[in-house]
């Protein structure tokens, strides 16, 4: 428990000063950094790395994801193109010794992984209001997970996915539904009243859905990466954090919330 706590007082405050920093570029290679380590934590788990020019291309292209929306679209294609041929190519070259399910789980994992990440950065270099999207998405997550998991300790009584994850239950699922909501609306309220002087149009409506949509997807994200290690019978991806597993352990239930928070305001009207 010690571990734990002392593990969080470090890493908590250490991730909002990189999350608050002015230089964008910081959060973004903070990102390319935390894909690295969760792809080669997954590949190391299905036993990948011993396929090393399948580890290196995945390696690679994982820590280059987040840059992304930093160079020309057109060289974007062209590096994801790239990526693919070079599986292929691996592939055919080594087919005896890697089967297609091993090509597969490394081209979805690196893809999953960097891309959901990769979106982080890109809500952390919006000139607008990027610094409360990215904040907004951490806190669908993470009220989602601390009240499931307070409202679970006291009340929970009926398995949500008990072959899967035994400890969660469906009344932890819905206390973290609920927590998510209220808080999310309140964290944007506070934005709203205390930086944007109630200058800007707010969509509430909006934020309620994606609160909604994304504490869903967040415990989908995290019922995932569970089955991904009950299937290779490991009890953690790996021990970066002391106490608290590795930097796939972490970043599971964000994941898909990422991914939903940047499509969604790239396209619909949060704040206006």
């Not at 999953?112 to 000139?127: G, N």
């Not at 967040?218 to 970066?240: H, T």
Request: hydrophobic residues 55%.
């Amino acid at each position: 428990m010690k571990t734990r706590m002392l593990t969080a007082a470090i890493g908590i405050p250490a991730l909002l000063l990189v999350m608050c920093l002015p230089w964008t570029l910081v959060f973004t290679c903070a990102m390319a950094f935390v894909s690295g380590v969760a792809v080669y934590e997954v590949l190391k788990t299905a036993d990948v790395l011993r396929h090393t020019s399948l580890t290196v291309s995945a390696m690679i292209f994982s820590v280059a994801a987040p840059f992304f929306n930093r160079i020309p679209p057109a060289l974007v294609i062209f590096l994801c193109l790239a990526y693919v041929v070079a599986l292929l190519f691996i592939f055919l070259r080594a087919h005896k010794t890697i089967s297609l399910e091993t090509l597969g789980l490394t081209f979805f994992m690196s893809t999953y992984i960097s891309v959901s990440l990769s979106c982080a950065a890109y809500l952390r270099s919006m000139e607008t209001h990027g610094l409360f999207y990215l904040f907004l998405a951490f806190g669908i997550a993470w009220f989602a997970d601390a009240g499931a998991y307070f409202v679970g300790v006291f009340f929970g009584k009926h398995k949500l996915c008990p072959d899967i994850s035994p400890k969660k239950t469906v009344e932890g699922f819905f206390g973290g539904l609920a927590s998510s909501l209220l808080l999310c609306l309140l964290m944007t309220w506070i934005y709203d009243a205390g930086f944007l002087k109630h200058v800007h149009d707010v969509s509430y409506g909006m934020v309620f859905l994606l609160a909604l949509v994304g504490s869903f997807l967040s415990v989908i994200g995290d019922l995932f990466a569970s089955l991904i290690k009950r299937q290779y019978e490991v009890k953690d991806f790996g021990n970066f954090f002391p106490g608290h597993g590795g930097m796939m352990d972490r970043f599971d239930s964000l994941l898909p919330v990422f991914l939903l928070v940047y499509f969604t305001v790239c396209h619909l009207p949060v704040i206006s």
